[in-house]
């Protein structure tokens, strides 16, 4: 019987196998690795993959379109909202269906703050991972700020569900603009105090400068993305190349360094979080006012008003909720920057409620084919750091 787990066999002499996780602290959920080492450098790397599967892809064909928002949340319990958004660009494709402006701002003002809470978990953890404690505490309390925007908004710290293919579930309550403002009055002195404490240390930058370097050229081949490709000078974010939601009407940078080394992907992502609170202020000044859900009756749900008042659209609820719209036959594929790179949407329909397909591109799978790259040939005690520095979130590779 063949099976399935990836075995190394030692190629050289003085040589052993070192068999890192699958529960390993420093992978940030369940990964193994396989390690060759001669003394204390990395001879070969395989990354085995595989025991995180949720056959998400396959459980969303059983379901109507808008069910499949829910389980795009679990995709990455880091952004979720960023992979509802995808999806539901997606099917917004195949209906020709184009969400309100305001639905549109508001997409970006949590994708931006769904940025700012992943890279701060990535930041407090990958301190943590090479020693420094203090950091990890400060970026968790931001997050819990954002975490909290997000109940007050959906409901839901974490798990938020809030858009919907033709715009959002609801409209943002009392308050919330306020709130969000005060937290972008707030989050630079912050993000001071991070780089306060690492960017000038010597121990961080002597664990982290020349460290698990990747050129440009091997980033693009490996399919490499996001701010570990940018780290390593290649000058590409698809918010500003192919932009969507109403990205073309934000100006911000897009950081960029030429380093290719741990170091270079810490400041990228750092630059990063002032790029996003940047854009939250923005949309929070040019919030356009109107609908939050297009007026497309026979997909989107009618306000409660209506539907407790009009027969019509009491019958449009119920045959939604029921029996779910049907898609017009076709596939697409959309592509958005998540906080860590390309995150696609291929969706096929056939003509039904349902998806015929539904398949993630995951930026986590493709990132992580570039850590033996980065790892052999070098010490096994730069294993951590390379690790933490592309930022992997196994739930998006195994699916």
């Not at 919907?164 to 001071?192: N, T, Y």
Request: glycine share 8%; charged share 25%.
């Amino acid at each position: 019987m063949a099976t399935l787990t990836p075995t190394l066999t030692p190629e050289g002499e003085g040589t052993l196998v070192l068999n890192m996780g699958p529960q390993h602290p420093s992978t940030h959920g369940v990964l193994r690795l396989l390690l060759e080492i001669e003394g204390e450098n990395v001879v070969r790397m395989i990354p085995d993959i595989g025991y995180l599967h949720t056959g998400i892809e396959k459980t969303a064909e059983a379901k109507f379109y808008q069910q499949v928002v829910v389980l795009t949340d679990r995709i990455d319990y880091l952004c979720p909202l960023t992979n509802n958004l995808c999806y539901v660009l997606a099917v917004e494709k195949l209906l020709g269906l184009e969400a309100p402006p305001r639905a549109q701002w508001m997409r970006v003002l949590l994708n931006e703050l769904s940025r700012i809470a992943s890279h701060l978990v990535w930041l407090g953890t990958h301190a943590l991972d090479i020693g420094a404690m203090t950091v990890f505490l400060y970026c968790f309390r931001e997050r819990e700020d954002i975490l909290r925007l997000f109940e007050m908004v959906s409901g839901q710290r974490m798990m938020t569900s809030y858009f919907r293919i033709g715009g959002l579930a609801l409209e943002p309550p009392l308050g919330f603009f306020e709130r969000v403002r005060r937290f972008a009055d707030l989050f630079p002195a912050r993000v001071d105090e991070y780089e306060a404490l690492l960017t000038g240390n010597r121990i961080w930058i002597g664990r982290t400068k020349g460290v698990a370097y990747l050129s440009g050229d091997d980033a693009v081949a490996l399919g490499v993305t996001g701010p570990s490709l940018r780290a390593s000078g290649v000058d590409i974010d698809l918010r500003r190349d192919m932009p969507y939601s109403s990205y073309d009407q934000f100006q911000f940078k897009v950081p960029v360094s030429t380093d290719g080394d741990v170091y270079a992907r810490y400041l990228v992502r750092v630059q990063e979080l002032r790029e996003s609170i940047g854009i939250v202020r923005q949309a929070l000044d040019g919030m356009p006012e109107g609908a939050v859900k297009a007026d497309a009756p026979k997909v989107v749900l009618p306000d409660r008003e209506k539907m407790k008042t009009q027969m019509e659209a009491l019958i449009y609820h119920f045959k939604i909720v029921t029996e779910g719209f049907a898609v017009p036959a076709g596939e697409v594929y959309q592509a958005i920057e998540s906080p860590r790179g390309e995150m696609g949407y291929y969706v096929v329909s056939d003509g039904t409620a349902k998806p015929h397909r539904v398949h993630m591109r995951s930026p986590s799978y493709a990132n992580l084919q570039a850590l033996p790259k980065m790892c052999e040939g070098k010490l096994i005690a730069d294993v951590v750091a390379a690790i933490g520095s592309i930022d992997i979130v196994l739930g998006e590779i195994d699916r």
